[in-house]
Protein backbone atom coordinates (compact mmCIF):
# COMPACT_ATOMS: atom_id res chain seq x y z
CA UNK A 1 0.00 0.00 0.00
CA UNK A 2 1.16 3.61 -0.77
CA UNK A 3 2.59 4.93 2.39
CA UNK A 4 0.30 8.28 2.18
CA UNK A 5 -2.96 6.55 1.76
CA UNK A 6 -1.76 3.98 4.56
CA UNK A 7 -0.72 6.80 6.21
CA UNK A 8 -4.36 8.44 5.52
CA UNK A 9 -6.62 5.06 6.45
CA UNK A 10 -4.60 4.87 10.01
CA UNK A 11 -5.78 8.49 10.42
CA UNK A 12 -9.72 7.89 9.64
CA UNK A 13 -9.20 4.61 11.94
CA UNK A 14 -8.21 6.54 14.58
CA UNK A 15 -10.85 9.00 14.35
CA UNK A 16 -13.51 7.08 14.78
CA UNK A 17 -11.44 5.40 17.78
CA UNK A 18 -11.09 8.14 19.48
CA UNK A 19 -14.41 9.98 18.27
CA UNK A 20 -16.00 9.95 22.20
CA UNK A 21 -12.49 10.82 23.77
CA UNK A 22 -11.98 13.22 21.35
CA UNK A 23 -15.25 15.02 21.83
CA UNK A 24 -15.44 14.36 25.81
CA UNK A 25 -11.52 16.21 25.93
CA UNK A 26 -12.63 19.55 23.68
CA UNK A 27 -16.31 20.30 25.15
CA UNK A 28 -14.08 19.70 28.90
CA UNK A 29 -11.57 21.90 27.50
CA UNK A 30 -14.38 24.43 26.69
CA UNK A 31 -16.13 24.25 29.81
CA UNK A 32 -13.42 23.75 32.76
CA UNK A 33 -14.88 24.36 36.01
CA UNK A 34 -17.73 22.84 35.11
CA UNK A 35 -16.04 19.65 33.93
CA UNK A 36 -13.87 19.65 37.03
CA UNK A 37 -16.64 19.67 39.06
CA UNK A 38 -17.88 16.44 37.56
CA UNK A 39 -14.73 15.22 37.82
CA UNK A 40 -14.27 15.40 41.31
CA UNK A 41 -17.93 14.65 42.20
CA UNK A 42 -17.41 11.06 40.04
CA UNK A 43 -14.01 10.49 41.91
CA UNK A 44 -15.48 11.05 45.22
CA UNK A 45 -18.69 9.18 44.67
CA UNK A 46 -16.03 5.80 43.13
CA UNK A 47 -14.30 5.75 46.53
CA UNK A 48 -16.96 6.92 48.79
CA UNK A 49 -17.10 3.47 50.67
CA UNK A 50 -13.23 3.16 51.36
CA UNK A 51 -11.38 3.59 54.73
CA UNK A 52 -9.73 6.83 52.64
CA UNK A 53 -13.38 7.77 52.15
CA UNK A 54 -14.85 6.96 55.46
CA UNK A 55 -11.91 8.60 57.37
CA UNK A 56 -12.03 12.15 54.96
CA UNK A 57 -16.40 12.44 54.77
CA UNK A 58 -16.50 11.74 51.39
CA UNK A 59 -20.64 11.56 52.09
CA UNK A 60 -20.57 14.68 53.40
CA UNK A 61 -18.14 16.19 50.81
CA UNK A 62 -20.90 14.93 48.27
CA UNK A 63 -23.99 16.18 50.01
CA UNK A 64 -22.85 19.54 49.47
CA UNK A 65 -25.64 22.26 48.05
CA UNK A 66 -23.65 23.78 44.97
CA UNK A 67 -19.98 23.52 43.39
CA UNK A 68 -18.44 25.42 45.30
CA UNK A 69 -19.16 24.24 48.55
CA UNK A 70 -18.26 20.88 47.39
CA UNK A 71 -15.05 22.32 46.72
CA UNK A 72 -14.57 23.77 49.99
CA UNK A 73 -16.14 20.61 51.56
CA UNK A 74 -13.35 18.98 49.78
CA UNK A 75 -10.22 20.78 50.90
CA UNK A 76 -11.94 21.08 54.51
CA UNK A 77 -12.03 17.40 55.06
CA UNK A 78 -9.00 16.44 52.70
CA UNK A 79 -5.53 17.59 53.41
CA UNK A 80 -3.04 18.31 51.09
CA UNK A 81 -0.64 15.17 51.24
CA UNK A 82 2.82 13.98 50.10
CA UNK A 83 3.37 10.72 49.50
CA UNK A 84 4.64 9.13 52.88
CA UNK A 85 0.97 10.20 54.11
CA UNK A 86 -0.52 8.00 52.04
CA UNK A 87 2.25 5.34 52.27
CA UNK A 88 0.26 3.29 55.13
CA UNK A 89 -2.82 2.89 52.54
CA UNK A 90 -0.92 1.53 50.08
CA UNK A 91 1.16 -0.92 52.42
CA UNK A 92 -2.41 -2.00 53.25
CA UNK A 93 -3.23 -2.26 49.46
CA UNK A 94 -0.40 -4.15 49.13
CA UNK A 95 -1.01 -6.56 51.62
CA UNK A 96 -4.16 -7.71 50.12
CA UNK A 97 -6.62 -5.61 51.82
CA UNK A 98 -9.09 -4.10 49.37
CA UNK A 99 -11.65 -0.81 49.46
CA UNK A 100 -8.67 0.97 50.94
CA UNK A 101 -7.70 4.02 48.79
CA UNK A 102 -10.16 3.04 45.79
CA UNK A 103 -12.98 0.59 45.46
CA UNK A 104 -11.64 -3.13 45.29
CA UNK A 105 -7.78 -3.53 44.67
CA UNK A 106 -5.76 -1.74 41.75
CA UNK A 107 -4.89 -3.52 38.72
CA UNK A 108 -1.02 -2.67 39.29
CA UNK A 109 1.53 -0.72 40.80
CA UNK A 110 3.52 1.38 39.21
CA UNK A 111 6.93 2.34 40.51
CA UNK A 112 8.99 5.96 40.63
CA UNK A 113 11.55 7.25 43.13
CA UNK A 114 10.76 8.58 46.57
CA UNK A 115 12.02 11.36 48.86
CA UNK A 116 13.04 8.75 51.67
CA UNK A 117 14.88 6.18 49.27
CA UNK A 118 12.46 3.84 49.45
CA UNK A 119 11.08 3.56 46.05
CA UNK A 120 7.11 5.20 45.63
CA UNK A 121 4.67 2.21 44.61
CA UNK A 122 1.70 4.15 43.05
CA UNK A 123 -1.54 2.33 42.73
CA UNK A 124 -3.18 1.94 39.29
CA UNK A 125 -6.65 1.30 39.19
CA UNK A 126 -9.22 -0.54 36.28
CA UNK A 127 -10.37 2.96 36.01
CA UNK A 128 -7.56 4.72 35.41
CA UNK A 129 -5.58 1.99 33.26
CA UNK A 130 -9.10 1.77 30.75
CA UNK A 131 -10.35 6.13 30.67
CA UNK A 132 -6.78 7.71 31.42
CA UNK A 133 -3.68 5.23 30.54
CA UNK A 134 -5.33 3.87 27.17
CA UNK A 135 -8.01 6.03 26.18
CA UNK A 136 -5.16 8.79 26.00
CA UNK A 137 -2.53 6.43 24.49
CA UNK A 138 -5.11 6.35 21.72
CA UNK A 139 -5.75 10.27 21.62
CA UNK A 140 -1.75 11.14 21.69
CA UNK A 141 -1.50 8.88 18.21
CA UNK A 142 -4.37 10.58 16.51
CA UNK A 143 -2.76 14.22 17.39
CA UNK A 144 0.25 12.92 16.27
CA UNK A 145 -1.70 11.74 13.05
CA UNK A 146 -2.66 15.12 12.58
CA UNK A 147 0.84 17.32 13.25
CA UNK A 148 2.21 14.78 10.82
CA UNK A 149 0.15 12.79 8.94
CA UNK A 150 3.29 9.97 7.80
CA UNK A 151 4.29 9.50 11.14
CA UNK A 152 1.67 6.42 11.07
CA UNK A 153 3.11 5.07 7.71
CA UNK A 154 5.59 3.26 8.56
CA UNK A 155 6.84 1.09 12.20
CA UNK A 156 6.74 2.97 15.46
CA UNK A 157 9.44 2.70 18.12
CA UNK A 158 8.22 3.39 21.50
CA UNK A 159 10.51 2.54 24.81
CA UNK A 160 8.87 1.76 27.91
CA UNK A 161 10.02 0.37 30.93
CA UNK A 162 9.41 -3.54 31.76
CA UNK A 163 5.60 -4.31 32.56
CA UNK A 164 6.00 -6.53 35.29
CA UNK A 165 8.79 -5.89 37.64
CA UNK A 166 7.88 -8.13 40.45
CA UNK A 167 4.51 -8.70 42.68
CA UNK A 168 2.90 -7.69 46.31
CA UNK A 169 1.81 -10.10 48.64
CA UNK A 170 -1.21 -10.46 46.87
CA UNK A 171 0.30 -10.91 43.50
CA UNK A 172 -0.49 -7.31 42.14
CA UNK A 173 1.85 -7.12 39.71
CA UNK A 174 4.71 -4.02 40.11
CA UNK A 175 6.35 -2.48 37.19
CA UNK A 176 5.83 0.12 34.65
CA UNK A 177 2.16 1.37 33.84
CA UNK A 178 3.80 2.47 30.10
CA UNK A 179 5.25 -1.19 29.73
CA UNK A 180 1.55 -2.26 30.58
CA UNK A 181 -0.15 0.18 28.18
CA UNK A 182 2.11 -0.39 25.21
CA UNK A 183 0.84 -3.83 25.03
CA UNK A 184 -2.55 -3.14 25.13
CA UNK A 185 -3.50 0.08 22.85
CA UNK A 186 -4.89 -2.40 20.38
CA UNK A 187 -4.16 -4.06 17.09
CA UNK A 188 -4.59 -0.87 15.03
CA UNK A 189 -0.78 0.10 16.88
CA UNK A 190 0.79 -2.74 18.41
CA UNK A 191 1.31 -4.30 14.84
CA UNK A 192 3.13 -1.14 13.57
CA UNK A 193 5.06 -0.99 16.55
CA UNK A 194 9.47 -2.01 15.51
CA UNK A 195 9.78 -3.97 18.93
CA UNK A 196 8.31 -7.05 20.60
CA UNK A 197 6.22 -6.37 24.06
CA UNK A 198 9.20 -9.04 24.96
CA UNK A 199 12.11 -6.87 24.53
CA UNK A 200 11.14 -4.78 27.64
CA UNK A 201 10.98 -7.68 29.62
CA UNK A 202 14.79 -8.42 29.44
CA UNK A 203 16.41 -8.60 32.71
CA UNK A 204 19.73 -6.84 31.58
CA UNK A 205 19.88 -3.50 30.79
CA UNK A 206 22.67 -3.51 27.95
CA UNK A 207 21.30 -6.89 27.08
CA UNK A 208 17.75 -4.90 26.41
CA UNK A 209 19.02 -2.03 24.77
CA UNK A 210 21.11 -4.00 22.39
CA UNK A 211 17.94 -5.94 21.06
CA UNK A 212 16.06 -3.31 20.64
CA UNK A 213 18.28 -1.34 18.52
CA UNK A 214 19.21 -4.55 16.77
CA UNK A 215 15.22 -4.73 15.99
CA UNK A 216 14.76 -1.50 15.60
CA UNK A 217 17.40 -0.48 13.11
CA UNK A 218 15.96 -2.95 10.77
CA UNK A 219 12.60 -1.51 10.19
CA UNK A 220 11.94 1.60 8.34
CA UNK A 221 10.70 3.94 12.17
CA UNK A 222 8.65 6.74 11.11
CA UNK A 223 7.46 7.92 14.62
CA UNK A 224 9.74 7.44 17.65
CA UNK A 225 8.32 8.32 20.95
CA UNK A 226 10.18 7.70 24.38
CA UNK A 227 10.23 10.38 27.35
CA UNK A 228 13.24 11.24 28.10
CA UNK A 229 15.94 12.69 25.09
CA UNK A 230 18.62 11.36 27.16
CA UNK A 231 17.61 7.87 25.80
CA UNK A 232 18.06 8.82 22.33
CA UNK A 233 21.49 9.91 23.45
CA UNK A 234 22.02 5.77 25.04
CA UNK A 235 20.09 4.28 21.80
CA UNK A 236 22.65 6.63 19.34
CA UNK A 237 25.56 5.35 21.93
CA UNK A 238 24.02 1.58 21.47
CA UNK A 239 24.59 1.96 17.84
CA UNK A 240 28.16 3.48 18.08
CA UNK A 241 29.27 0.40 19.48
CA UNK A 242 27.51 -2.89 17.76
CA UNK A 243 26.71 -1.32 14.10
CA UNK A 244 28.86 -4.16 13.12
CA UNK A 245 27.35 -6.78 15.40
CA UNK A 246 23.78 -5.26 14.20
CA UNK A 247 24.54 -5.44 10.52
CA UNK A 248 25.75 -9.51 11.47
CA UNK A 249 22.57 -10.14 13.03
CA UNK A 250 19.97 -8.85 10.33
CA UNK A 251 22.31 -10.40 7.07
CA UNK A 252 21.67 -13.82 9.57
CA UNK A 253 18.54 -13.10 11.24
CA UNK A 254 19.52 -13.98 14.70
CA UNK A 255 20.57 -12.15 17.91
CA UNK A 256 24.45 -12.26 19.20
CA UNK A 257 24.53 -15.09 21.15
CA UNK A 258 26.73 -13.56 23.72
CA UNK A 259 23.70 -11.20 24.47
CA UNK A 260 22.53 -11.68 28.16
CA UNK A 261 18.89 -12.73 27.29
CA UNK A 262 16.53 -14.94 29.21
CA UNK A 263 16.25 -18.15 27.52
CA UNK A 264 12.75 -18.40 27.74
CA UNK A 265 12.16 -14.48 25.93
CA UNK A 266 15.45 -15.46 23.42
CA UNK A 267 13.52 -18.46 22.20
CA UNK A 268 10.78 -16.31 21.66
CA UNK A 269 12.28 -13.67 19.77
CA UNK A 270 14.83 -15.31 17.40
CA UNK A 271 11.28 -17.40 16.37
CA UNK A 272 9.99 -14.83 14.36
CA UNK A 273 13.68 -13.51 13.00
CA UNK A 274 14.39 -14.10 9.46
CA UNK A 275 18.04 -13.03 7.21
CA UNK A 276 17.64 -9.59 5.92
CA UNK A 277 20.58 -9.48 3.66
CA UNK A 278 19.00 -6.42 1.80
CA UNK A 279 18.70 -4.30 4.71
CA UNK A 280 22.27 -5.31 6.39
CA UNK A 281 23.45 -4.07 3.19
CA UNK A 282 22.21 -1.12 3.00
CA UNK A 283 23.56 -0.08 6.83
CA UNK A 284 26.82 -1.48 5.61
CA UNK A 285 27.19 1.24 2.78
CA UNK A 286 25.51 3.78 4.99
CA UNK A 287 28.87 2.61 7.38
CA UNK A 288 30.64 3.70 4.27
CA UNK A 289 29.45 6.98 3.84
CA UNK A 290 29.66 8.32 7.21
CA UNK A 291 31.88 8.88 9.52
CA UNK A 292 28.89 8.58 12.40
CA UNK A 293 25.52 6.53 11.40
CA UNK A 294 22.86 8.35 12.80
CA UNK A 295 19.07 8.19 12.50
CA UNK A 296 19.00 10.42 9.99
CA UNK A 297 20.77 8.38 7.87
CA UNK A 298 19.23 4.57 8.92
CA UNK A 299 15.76 6.08 9.76
CA UNK A 300 15.26 8.38 6.58
CA UNK A 301 11.72 8.59 6.55
CA UNK A 302 11.31 9.46 10.30
CA UNK A 303 8.49 12.17 10.91
CA UNK A 304 8.15 12.58 14.33
CA UNK A 305 9.79 12.39 17.25
CA UNK A 306 8.18 12.57 21.07
CA UNK A 307 10.07 13.10 24.52
CA UNK A 308 9.85 15.38 26.93
CA UNK A 309 11.87 19.14 25.96
CA UNK A 310 11.00 21.14 29.45
CA UNK A 311 12.34 20.95 32.41
CA UNK A 312 16.15 19.69 33.01
CA UNK A 313 16.06 17.50 29.99
CA UNK A 314 16.32 20.27 27.84
CA UNK A 315 19.79 20.16 28.32
CA UNK A 316 19.42 16.37 26.63
CA UNK A 317 17.08 17.54 23.92
CA UNK A 318 19.77 20.02 22.52
CA UNK A 319 22.29 17.59 22.20
CA UNK A 320 20.22 15.53 19.53
CA UNK A 321 18.80 17.77 17.27
CA UNK A 322 21.78 17.20 14.94
CA UNK A 323 20.78 13.74 15.08
CA UNK A 324 17.31 14.02 12.65
CA UNK A 325 16.53 15.81 9.58
CA UNK A 326 15.24 19.20 10.06
CA UNK A 327 11.80 17.97 8.50
CA UNK A 328 11.44 16.01 11.52
CA UNK A 329 9.04 17.40 13.63
CA UNK A 330 10.38 16.88 17.68
CA UNK A 331 7.49 17.36 19.49
CA UNK A 332 6.79 17.82 23.69
CA UNK A 333 5.63 14.82 25.28
CA UNK A 334 3.91 16.39 27.90
CA UNK A 335 3.17 16.65 31.45
CA UNK A 336 3.15 13.15 32.59
CA UNK A 337 4.58 11.27 35.52
CA UNK A 338 4.07 7.82 36.95
CA UNK A 339 1.20 9.50 39.71
CA UNK A 340 -0.92 11.39 37.14
CA UNK A 341 -0.80 11.41 33.21
CA UNK A 342 -1.62 14.92 33.30
CA UNK A 343 -2.13 16.38 29.62
CA UNK A 344 -1.61 16.44 26.03
CA UNK A 345 0.01 18.68 23.94
CA UNK A 346 -2.08 18.87 21.41
CA UNK A 347 0.06 21.33 18.61
CA UNK A 348 4.10 22.04 17.72
CA UNK A 349 4.04 24.21 21.68
CA UNK A 350 6.10 22.99 24.32
CA UNK A 351 2.69 23.00 25.90
CA UNK A 352 0.16 20.58 27.92
CA UNK A 353 -3.66 21.27 28.03
CA UNK A 354 -4.37 19.58 31.46
CA UNK A 355 -7.04 17.11 30.98
CA UNK A 356 -10.38 18.80 33.15
CA UNK A 357 -12.29 15.17 32.67
CA UNK A 358 -9.89 13.27 34.13
CA UNK A 359 -8.28 14.37 37.21
CA UNK A 360 -9.35 17.05 39.83
CA UNK A 361 -6.77 20.02 39.51
CA UNK A 362 -6.20 22.07 42.41
CA UNK A 363 -2.25 24.80 42.53
CA UNK A 364 -0.28 26.75 44.80
CA UNK A 365 1.55 29.56 43.42
CA UNK A 366 5.39 28.75 43.72
CA UNK A 367 5.74 32.25 45.82
CA UNK A 368 3.28 30.48 48.47
CA UNK A 369 4.77 27.03 48.93
CA UNK A 370 6.25 27.58 51.96
CA UNK A 371 3.18 28.92 53.55
CA UNK A 372 0.71 26.46 54.67
CA UNK A 373 -2.25 28.68 55.00
CA UNK A 374 -1.83 30.24 51.89
CA UNK A 375 -4.62 29.55 48.78
CA UNK A 376 -5.33 27.31 46.45
CA UNK A 377 -6.48 27.98 42.90
CA UNK A 378 -8.52 25.98 40.45
CA UNK A 379 -7.63 24.99 37.16
CA UNK A 380 -9.98 27.53 35.82
CA UNK A 381 -8.41 30.53 38.30
CA UNK A 382 -4.47 30.12 36.62
CA UNK A 383 -2.65 33.49 35.28
CA UNK A 384 -0.72 33.00 32.14
CA UNK A 385 2.76 33.65 33.01
CA UNK A 386 2.69 32.58 36.78
CA UNK A 387 3.95 29.68 38.30
CA UNK A 388 2.50 26.80 40.58
CA UNK A 389 2.85 23.65 42.09
CA UNK A 390 0.04 20.63 41.11
CA UNK A 391 -2.24 18.99 43.57
CA UNK A 392 -4.09 16.27 41.56
CA UNK A 393 -6.72 14.30 42.84
CA UNK A 394 -7.37 11.44 40.47
CA UNK A 395 -9.39 7.92 39.72
CA UNK A 396 -6.68 5.82 41.08
CA UNK A 397 -6.60 6.61 44.79
CA UNK A 398 -4.22 10.31 44.89
CA UNK A 399 -6.44 12.42 46.65
CA UNK A 400 -4.57 16.26 46.79
CA UNK A 401 -1.75 14.66 46.28
CA UNK A 402 1.77 17.13 46.12
CA UNK A 403 3.00 16.56 42.70
CA UNK A 404 5.77 18.70 43.67
CA UNK A 405 6.25 20.32 40.60
CA UNK A 406 6.87 23.94 39.35
CA UNK A 407 4.62 24.33 36.05
CA UNK A 408 4.13 27.59 34.53
CA UNK A 409 1.38 29.08 32.74
CA UNK A 410 1.29 29.37 28.66
CA UNK A 411 -2.08 30.85 26.37
CA UNK A 412 -5.24 28.97 26.93
CA UNK A 413 -6.66 26.11 24.86
CA UNK A 414 -10.37 26.58 23.94
CA UNK A 415 -10.83 27.80 27.46
CA UNK A 416 -8.56 25.07 29.59
CA UNK A 417 -4.70 26.36 30.27
CA UNK A 418 -1.64 24.87 28.65
CA UNK A 419 1.20 24.68 30.78
CA UNK A 420 5.18 23.45 30.81
CA UNK A 421 7.34 21.90 33.46
CA UNK A 422 10.19 24.48 34.70
CA UNK A 423 11.27 21.59 37.20
CA UNK A 424 10.97 20.00 40.25
CA UNK A 425 10.27 21.83 43.27
CA UNK A 426 13.63 19.91 44.73
CA UNK A 427 15.49 21.27 42.32
CA UNK A 428 15.78 24.41 44.55
CA UNK A 429 18.47 24.62 46.49
CA UNK A 430 20.34 26.49 48.81
CA UNK A 431 23.51 26.44 51.47
CA UNK A 432 22.53 29.81 53.10
CA UNK A 433 19.55 31.21 52.07
CA UNK A 434 20.19 32.33 48.22
CA UNK A 435 17.71 29.59 47.09
CA UNK A 436 19.14 28.65 43.40
CA UNK A 437 16.64 27.19 41.10
CA UNK A 438 17.89 24.50 38.85
CA UNK A 439 16.31 26.52 35.56
CA UNK A 440 18.71 29.21 36.55
CA UNK A 441 22.23 26.99 36.94
CA UNK A 442 20.86 25.81 33.21
CA UNK A 443 20.48 29.54 32.21
CA UNK A 444 23.86 30.02 33.86
CA UNK A 445 25.48 27.01 31.74
CA UNK A 446 23.76 27.48 28.54
CA UNK A 447 25.03 30.93 28.44
CA UNK A 448 28.51 30.48 29.60
CA UNK A 449 28.58 27.62 26.62
CA UNK A 450 27.51 30.31 24.19
CA UNK A 451 29.99 33.23 25.17
CA UNK A 452 33.00 30.51 25.34
CA UNK A 453 32.63 28.38 22.79
CA UNK A 454 33.11 25.57 25.01
CA UNK A 455 29.99 22.87 24.55
CA UNK A 456 29.08 20.54 27.04
CA UNK A 457 27.93 16.82 27.11
CA UNK A 458 26.97 16.76 30.36
CA UNK A 459 26.89 18.82 33.20
CA UNK A 460 25.56 18.42 36.69
CA UNK A 461 25.78 20.56 40.70
CA UNK A 462 26.15 19.44 43.76
CA UNK A 463 25.55 21.20 47.10
CA UNK A 464 28.07 20.78 49.60
CA UNK A 465 27.06 21.89 52.77
CA UNK A 466 30.10 20.96 54.61
CA UNK A 467 32.32 23.11 52.58
CA UNK A 468 29.52 25.29 51.87
CA UNK A 469 29.76 25.34 47.98
CA UNK A 470 28.69 24.26 45.08
CA UNK A 471 30.32 21.23 43.05
CA UNK A 472 30.10 21.39 39.70
CA UNK A 473 30.67 18.60 37.20
CA UNK A 474 31.55 18.51 33.84
CA UNK A 475 31.99 16.60 30.47
CA UNK A 476 33.15 18.75 27.32
CA UNK A 477 32.81 17.91 23.86
CA UNK A 478 36.38 18.53 23.50
CA UNK A 479 38.35 16.02 25.44
CA UNK A 480 41.20 18.31 25.65
CA UNK A 481 39.97 20.93 28.04
CA UNK A 482 41.92 20.74 30.92
CA UNK A 483 41.79 21.25 34.57
CA UNK A 484 42.58 25.01 34.17
CA UNK A 485 39.99 26.00 31.22
CA UNK A 486 37.31 23.83 33.08
CA UNK A 487 37.76 26.19 35.96
CA UNK A 488 37.68 29.68 33.61
CA UNK A 489 34.46 27.93 32.01
CA UNK A 490 33.34 27.50 35.63
CA UNK A 491 34.09 31.37 36.33
CA UNK A 492 31.65 32.53 33.30
CA UNK A 493 29.04 30.01 34.72
CA UNK A 494 29.28 31.90 38.27
CA UNK A 495 29.21 35.03 37.10
CA UNK A 496 25.65 34.36 35.04
CA UNK A 497 24.42 33.34 38.42
CA UNK A 498 25.12 36.21 40.07
CA UNK A 499 23.46 37.83 37.09
CA UNK A 500 20.11 35.64 37.42
CA UNK A 501 19.90 35.94 41.38
CA UNK A 502 20.60 38.47 43.12
CA UNK A 503 20.96 36.44 46.66
CA UNK A 504 23.44 33.73 45.08
CA UNK A 505 25.10 37.61 44.00
CA UNK A 506 25.11 38.56 47.75
CA UNK A 507 26.26 35.07 49.36
CA UNK A 508 29.36 34.97 46.96
CA UNK A 509 30.32 38.03 47.28
CA UNK A 510 30.08 38.20 51.06
CA UNK A 511 31.93 34.95 50.85
CA UNK A 512 29.45 32.73 52.91
CA UNK A 513 29.30 31.00 49.55
CA UNK A 514 32.57 30.12 48.67
CA UNK A 515 34.07 29.49 45.03
CA UNK A 516 32.32 26.57 43.09
CA UNK A 517 34.27 23.57 43.24
CA UNK A 518 34.82 21.97 39.75
CA UNK A 519 35.79 18.28 38.63
CA UNK A 520 35.89 17.13 34.73
CA UNK A 521 34.56 13.73 34.04
CA UNK A 522 35.61 11.13 32.06
CA UNK A 523 33.83 10.16 28.73
CA UNK A 524 30.39 8.91 28.29
CA UNK A 525 30.01 10.29 32.27
CA UNK A 526 26.60 10.57 31.92
CA UNK A 527 25.35 6.96 30.42
CA UNK A 528 27.65 5.42 32.97
CA UNK A 529 25.91 7.33 35.83
CA UNK A 530 22.59 6.53 34.36
CA UNK A 531 23.53 2.74 34.27
CA UNK A 532 24.79 2.65 37.64
CA UNK A 533 21.83 4.72 39.32
CA UNK A 534 19.65 2.23 37.03
CA UNK A 535 20.84 -0.95 38.41
CA UNK A 536 20.86 -0.27 41.72
CA UNK A 537 17.64 1.12 42.27
CA UNK A 538 15.74 -0.77 39.01
CA UNK A 539 14.40 2.10 37.63
CA UNK A 540 12.53 2.89 34.65
CA UNK A 541 15.25 3.84 32.16
CA UNK A 542 13.31 5.43 30.26
CA UNK A 543 11.76 7.96 32.60
CA UNK A 544 15.43 8.43 34.11
CA UNK A 545 15.70 12.61 34.76
CA UNK A 546 17.76 13.10 37.35
CA UNK A 547 18.30 16.85 38.83
CA UNK A 548 21.20 19.07 37.23
CA UNK A 549 20.95 20.86 40.49
CA UNK A 550 20.36 19.14 43.61
CA UNK A 551 20.94 18.33 47.20
CA UNK A 552 21.25 15.01 47.08
CA UNK A 553 24.06 12.88 48.77
CA UNK A 554 23.36 9.50 46.80
CA UNK A 555 23.29 10.50 43.84
CA UNK A 556 26.67 13.07 44.79
CA UNK A 557 28.43 10.14 46.28
CA UNK A 558 27.73 7.87 42.49
CA UNK A 559 28.98 11.04 40.04
CA UNK A 560 32.00 11.01 42.01
CA UNK A 561 32.71 7.42 40.58
CA UNK A 562 33.21 9.07 37.26
CA UNK A 563 35.96 11.91 37.53
CA UNK A 564 38.83 11.38 35.24
CA UNK A 565 41.66 9.66 37.20
CA UNK A 566 43.69 11.60 38.77
CA UNK A 567 41.31 14.06 40.16
CA UNK A 568 40.58 14.69 43.74
CA UNK A 569 37.26 12.62 44.77
Known sequence: ?????????????????????????????????????????????????????????????????????LIRLYR????????????????????????????????????TSGSTGEPKYIPISEPYLDKVYLGMSKLMMLNYSRLKLKCLSGYILTIVGKTEEGQTEDATPVGSASGLTNGSTGKLITRMYAVPQDVFSIENYSARYYTLMRYAIEKDVTLWVT???????????????????????????????????????????????????????????????????????????????STWKCGNTQIYSSKIQDFFSPSVVHHEFGYFASECRAGLVVDKSNESVLFPNKHFFEFKREKDLGNPSAPFFRLDELKEGERYCPFV???????????????????????????????????????????LYEDQFIKAVDAAQESTGMKLLYYAGYVNLQESRYDWYFEFEDSRVNQKKSEEFAKVVDQNLKVINIEYQSKRDSFRLKDPAVFLLEPNAFNKFKRFIISRNHRDASRFKPNVLAQNEDNHSVIKKFIKSGRKK
Open 1 to 69: MNTGIKALTIYNALRFICVRENAEFNNACRFPFISQVKTLRSILSASADTVFGREHHFDEILRAKDEFE
Open 76 to 111: QFVPAVEYEDIRPYVKRMMSGESDVLIKGKPVMYAT
Open 227 to 305: PNPSTVLEMQSVVDQHLDDFIKDIGEGTIKSDIAIEPEIREKLEKNLKPNPGRAYELRRLQTLYERVLPRHYWPNLQLL
Open 393 to 435: TTCSGLFRYNMNDIIQVASRYKQAPRVHMVQKVNGIVSITGEK
